[in-house]
């Protein structure tokens, strides 16, 4: 069983993106306070900085403390990209959730996205099951798409997956993670190629 | 607050006997804080007239650029407070993922381009924006966030405590959508507009234009007021003009959209001199 959260949570991920977005927060601002006194960075300001608990792991800001429905443009624009491609992609924010699958990915989960929405990370431990090809147990944090995520650098690999219609499927997997403007780490793009050689 | 157009044209200054209502100048807005802040939202050819009224004793300029294509750059050589002494001036905008924004504004205001070098200005200071930013200026509240145009571009949030402005003046957020508008979570630029007191947003096209410009960076008026009615924004104001729309035609246009719409808003022609968000 894959475990997303705890996995992300176990390899520091998710507190990674809360560190990251304080540090956004806390350089630059309004004070000339870094090197260059002509020069600022303006990612903050004080009165805000005390919002920090309830900023997304994006860095988001969330000043009324209300959810941000918005995704970061990024995101829109991968979203968009996909429902445009005949192969199956995966757009899963940096924890893990499943934000987005686009047609050809419906026939994988068995689920029409119109239907089912997001699918959170507990979700989707619970509805794939994950072999090599010999049958043999996948090491969590060796997956494609948990090393974009987690390791942030692209990985592909190919295995075994049960889907949500109960099917074993042979999936040549790649995935890269999705680096934003600013240095954000904003999640990962996957994409499959159901392959029937083994 | 008090909101001021100046410049309301898209892409290229457009001078002559057509466009006199609407304004040729490309895109500036003046904004006027409740405590005496001076902001101006991009530096388009309509920012020179912003510079040459400036009242004397002004101590301060905060200029808020949205992206750097020259529509909304072109202006700022030739706004005069860069080069009085007395006034601080400072430009806030994006950097690009590999160039900071005063690399990428030197390659503007520099030779061959421009005679003048950024550094010879007697007190510039710049604030590269990084995105998703908040910041204040004054009493005023500033959002900044990326949106759906050609290059790193972002639209603003400002809020004062009896205003609340977003400017979005190049924006597609219907590019790649199947049935615009999608959903608040999958638009691009709804926070920034969501419940705002005026949006000026992005009208270039007509429908038909749109079908040969499409990833162009640009709304058709029915864009604009689809994305002004998902983001319930009280009044849009129409901007970035296309060169080519003559002052009867933009008219037409508006007169057909109160028409053909049941609007819940207020739509408002983004003419020059226009002033809105007055308290
Ligand atoms: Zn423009
Ligand atoms: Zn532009």
Sequence with gaps: ???????????????????????????????????????????????????????????????????????????IL?????????????LIDD????LYYNEPAEALLGVRFEEAGEINADQLAEHFHTTRLDGKPYPNAELPIVVALV?????????RVRGLDGVWRILAITAFPVEGQGGRHLGAVAMFWETHDS | MKVTLWGTRGSLASGGPDTVQYGGDTAAVELRGPAGEFVVLDAGSGIRPIGEQTPSGTKRVDILLTHLHMDHIQGLGFFSPLFDPEIEVHV????STTLGLRERLTRYLSPPL???MLRDLPDVTLHEIRPPASFALGSLTVRAE???????????????????LAYLPDHEPALGVAEFPDVPDWTSGFELAHGVDVLIHDAQYTDDEYKSRVGWGHSTF??????????????????????????????????EMSESHDLEFELVPGRVGLTTCVD
């Design chain 1, 151 to 159: 390791g942030r650098v692209p990985s592909h690999d190919t295995v």
């Design chain 2, 92 to 95: 806030w905008g994006p950097g």
């Design chain 2, 114 to 116: 421009f005679p003048v």
């Design chain 1, 78 to 90: 991968l979203k968009q990209w996909a429902s445009y491609l005949a192969l199956p992609v995966w």
């Design chain 2, 146 to 164: 990326l949106i759906t145009h050609p290059g790193p571009t972002m639209g603003y949030r400002i809020e004062s405590p009896e205003c609340v």
């Design chain 1, 1 to 75: 069983m894959v475990d997303h959260v705890g996995l992300l949570s176990a390899f520091g991920l998710i507190d990674a993106g809360y560190r990251q977005a304080v540090q956004v927060m806390e350089e630059g601002g309004l004070d000339g306070s870094t090197s260059d006194p002509d020069f600022l960075v303006a990612t903050g300001s004080e009165e805000l900085r005390a919002d920090i608990p309830v900023l997304r792991h994006d860095g988001k800001l969330n000043p009324n403390g209300r959810h941000m429905a918005q995704q970061p443009i990024e995101l």
């Design chain 1, 95 to 98: 924890s893990g959730n499943l």
């Design chain 2, 222 to 255: 029915d864009h604009a007021l689809a994305f002004a009615a998902l983001a319930s924004v009280k009044q849009l104001v129409t901007f970035h003009h296309d060169p080519g729309h003559s002052d009867e035609m933009l008219d037409r246009a508006m007169a």
